[in-house]
């Protein structure tokens, strides 16, 4: 019990001095220089961090990457959005999980979701990296499931930053770049059928000029031309619409691109709408 209760006070002393430097999501390069300000040997670390783990006071997120819950019972709780913007990053909270926190779905996700640049590979990935099947990017922490999506870096942007309490601010896709995203990835949200609907009740309490901005940006020209379509299909000015009406496309596309290529053409939009008609 002697070495129990000496281990169990080191730790406590590690933790602190850690959340002292601010670090409440640390590394061994952090423990290392925090058990020197201590004066505790590093050989007892590893046995050090399975004790703080086991009382729950920290929470390893993968190898060598922990986060400090807390001294005290009640503060061994921290917000999904901490865990997934500092287990992969650089990342921000996005599609779903940012619609839902927008107010922009009634929907509660099962996951969490974020956008990266980085190329993720998950433990599971790892045991079946053999197979030919397509495997999403997954990670399970504390029965919590952590989804990525990889992006281009110059699709990265349209991103804010939130505070979630006094320790925590974290990045996550603003309401008009999360409403792009719906369209970008509208098989992911139900199909453009669902990414109309998001659309339609999401235009009184968003920035269009902003969205329209952010699908330039994007400079993909399927998706300015869906979206443009969409949002006068829902009332918006031709004259906001007329920076998507000018982007130039020789082809026609898909509203839905799951959808069959049947439907009438609008040669202005350069648009098919494979869905069925839809009454306003």
Request: with cysteine; glycine share 4%; hydrophobic share 40%.
């Amino acid at each position: 019990m002697k070495t129990q209760k000496l281990s169990e006070s080191q730790g406590t002393r590690l933790l602190r001095q850690l959340i002292s430097q601010g670090k409440r999501v640390f590394n061994m390069d952090d423990v290392a220089l925090a058990a020197d300000a201590e004066k505790i040997p590093h050989h007892q670390l590893k046995k050090i961090l399975s004790n703080l783990a086991k009382y729950k006071q920290t929470l390893r997120l993968r190898r060598g990457l922990y986060l400090a819950l807390g001294l005290l019972p009640e503060q061994t709780t921290v917000h999904p959005f901490v865990i997934a913007t500092h287990l992969v990053q650089p990342s921000a909270i996005s599609h779903w999980s940012a619609l839902q926190h927008h107010g922009l779905t009634e929907q509660i996700p099962q996951i969490v979701t974020a956008s990266t640049t980085s190329k993720v590979v998950t433990p599971s990935m790892r045991k079946q990296s053999s197979s030919p099947r397509k495997i999403k990017h997954a990670w399970e922490i504390d029965g919590i499931c952590y989804e990525y999506i990889t992006v281009q870096k110059k699709h990265f942007f349209g991103i804010e930053q939130i505070w979630l309490d006094e320790h925590f601010q974290v990045p996550i896709t603003d309401k008009e770049r999360t409403l792009l995203d719906v369209f970008i990835y509208s098989k992911m949200f139900g199909g453009m059928g669902e990414a109309l609907g998001i659309l339609e009740n999401s235009l009184p309490t968003i920035n269009i000029q902003k969205l329209i901005d952010y699908a330039l940006q994007y400079d993909k020209k399927y998706i300015a031309k869906r979206l443009g379509w969409a949002l006068e299909y829902f009332g918006v000015s031709a004259t906001e619409l007329q920076p998507l009406l000018e982007v130039p496309i020789d082809y026609y596309c898909r509203l839905d691109p799951s959808v069959s290529p049947t439907g009438p053409y609008d040669k202005r939009w350069m648009i098919q709408n494979n869905l069925i008609k839809m009454e306003k």
